[in-house]
């Protein structure tokens, strides 16, 4: 169970277009869902958490208008970037958690990623 | 905010001996310890987490322990495998504020040789 599904796996684009990544929990509603980027060989950087129906909550630098975040149902959230430029290249994760208010120290299931690279 | 921290950052280990990875966390709110492994362009998996009313908690060859006076927890792999090569994430939630969003260490690179 508890299982994420995050398209597209990879996306190869040019500077200035806009890309839609998705992550959907295929067997759980998601009350919550987190979306990070990692640099290589590095940690999970959280860019903003996202509660269903609810505005994203950016974290400190993270630009909102430039990554945006919509969480329309308990099972998508989707993360644009919108005019992505080579700077914007990384590894892009999104986790799902579920449960109410006694899951909200359950733990987060991972999608398995999209790396992006922009030309 | 939280600080956890991690260490090492990397380790090297013979297959069959143990390996120990060592969190230390600050903000004594925190009450759940999450471990997850990522594999090379994979996404983190959760393998083990223990709550703050456990001190341990083990599952097959792995195991974790927490020390809330002290502040810091660890994961233990007994008789280790070239499969569990691997970078493994330690994260302490919540964090300051009220916000159930965990902290994650900056990672700790297992490296299994046969």
């Known amino acids: 169970g508890a299982v994420v599904s995050q398209h597209p796996s990879r996306v190869i684009c040019k500077s200035g277009t806009s890309v839609k990544i998705e992550c959907r929990s295929l067997d759980f509603q998601a009350t919550t869902m987190f979306w990070y980027r990692q640099f290589p060989k590095q940690s999970l950087m959280l860019m903003a958490t996202s509660n269903e129906g609810s505005k994203a909550t950016y974290e400190q630098g993270v630009e909102k208008d430039k990554f945006l975040i919509n969480h329309a149902s308990l099972t998508l959230s989707t993360l644009t970037v919108t005019s992505a430029h080579p700077e914007d290249s990384s590894f892009y994760i999104c986790?799902?958690?579920?449960?109410?208010?006694?899951?909200?120290?359950?733990?987060?299931?991972f999608g398995d990623g999209t790396r992006l690279s922009i030309l | 905010g939280e600080n956890v921290e991690q260490h090492p950052s990397t380790l090297s280990v013979q297959e069959g001996d143990s390996a120990v990875i060592k969190c230390t966390y600050s903000d004594s709110a925190s009450n759940y310890f999450p471990w997850y492994k990522q594999e090379l362009g994979k996404r983190p998996q959760l393998i083990i987490d223990?709550?703050?009313?456990?001190g341990e908690k083990k599952d097959q060859r792995i195991a974790v322990t927490l020390n809330k006076t002290a502040k810091h927890f660890s994961l233990h792999i007994t008789e280790t495998q070239p499969e569990d090569s691997a970078v493994y994430f330690c994260?302490?939630?919540?964090?300051?504020?009220?916000?159930?969003?965990?902290?994650f260490g900056r990672g700790t690179s297992l490296i299994v040789h046969p």
């Open positions: 994260a302490a939630s919540p964090r300051p504020g009220g916000s159930y969003i965990p902290t």
């Open positions: 986790s799902a958690r579920g449960g109410g208010q006694a899951g909200q120290n359950q733990p987060q299931h």
């Open positions: 223990i709550r703050s009313n456990v």
